[in-house]
């Protein structure tokens, strides 16, 4: 039987690791934790995104641009309602990306360390 490999966290890098937590945290409903020494967030199913300060971060350019830096992922959340979420992210501190393409199904934003994520209708 083969032996199914299964994602424990997630590591996102940024310019500041309190802020982004914090973001995260009550944009998504997540409990706000500090896991192996880093600050965190933990959705109730055990989803647990950590935090990182990077001296040299460098915001990712969306859309992507030749010879800058690049998204490196991004997450796709699913929202019952796309517009009052984009209004609550946008409260917290995201904003709106400057192109979408995503019509009435998603909303492309940006965190405050500039990483893309989209929210999606269910």
């Not at 690791?17 to 192996?36: H, I, T």
């Not at 950590?50 to 699913?78: A, C, G, N, V």
């Amino acid at each position: 039987m083969k032996q199914e490999v299964v994602l424990g966290n997630v590591m996102v890098d940024c310019v500041n690791e309190r802020e982004l937590q914090k973001f995260y945290g009550e944009l998504l409903g997540w409990e706000m934790c500090e896991l192996f020494g880093r600050p965190a967030v933990r959705s109730s199913g055990g989803v647990v995104f950590l935090f990182i300060e990077e001296p040299d971060y460098i915001r990712p350019t969306w859309p992507e641009e030749s010879r800058k830096q690049q998204k490196q992922m991004h997450f796709d959340f699913q929202v019952e309602d796309v517009t009052e979420m984009v209004e609550k992210a946008k409260m917290l501190g995201a904003t709106a990306a400057t192109e979408q393409y995503g019509d009435e199904d998603f909303v492309t934003m940006l965190d405050p360390s500039g990483h893309p994520f989209c929210l999606c209708k269910k």
